[in-house]
């Protein structure tokens, strides 16, 4: 009997093996240099990690946001963003990822990393990953809310006031 137990406490347990391919990776931002798009070689892990997500989740989806770190007007901000999330899609798509699940936009500098420093600048340089799984979420759900400034719709009704008067 004392034997049986021994060899019981003794087995080393074998991990049952399971077929839910790879996790969810954790990486959820890819860094960029200044007035730059090009993905550097330093997340190429972690995007290979993405792809086989991609590649192995049918019901998953990626939104990449791009942002920037607001030096200069609004209409390049959002080209620079653009060009990042598009930069980043073209990166997973090499890597296996199918391309139409992964949708790209550009938030300029709405969604800022707080503070002035230049740490906060370089971190506001950025693509964004949001996953979406189709069976338990919409879209609008997982999309960023765009919020406009306040001082825009007060700037037009003052030229609407001013032109009426």
């Known amino acids: 009997m004392k034997s049986k137990l021994l060899k019981l406490v003794a087995a080393p347990r074998r991990a049952k093996p399971t077929n839910q391919g790879p996790r969810r990776p954790p990486r959820k931002r890819i860094f960029f240099a200044a007035a730059d798009w090009r993905v550097d070689e330093r997340y190429h892990g972690a995007l290979q990690m993405h792809a086989a997500y991609l590649r192995w989740n049918p019901a998953a989806v990626l939104l990449l946001t791009g942002h920037t770190a607001g030096r200069g007007n609004t209409g390049y901000n959002r080209a620079m963003g653009l060009r990042r999330a598009k930069a980043v ?27 002035v420093a230049a740490l906060a600048i370089a971190r506001r340089r950025r693509a964004e990953f949001h996953y979406l799984d189709l069976a338990l979420q919409s879209a609008a759900a997982i999309r960023p809310k765009i919020q406009p400034p306040e001082s825009r719709p007060q700037r037009a009704s003052l030229r609407l006031q001013r032109i009426a008067a």
């Open 89 to 115: 899609r073209a990166a997973l798509v090499s890597l296996g990822a199918p391309r139409h699940r992964i949708s790209v936009e550009t938030l300029g500098r709405v969604r800022d990393a707080k503070g």
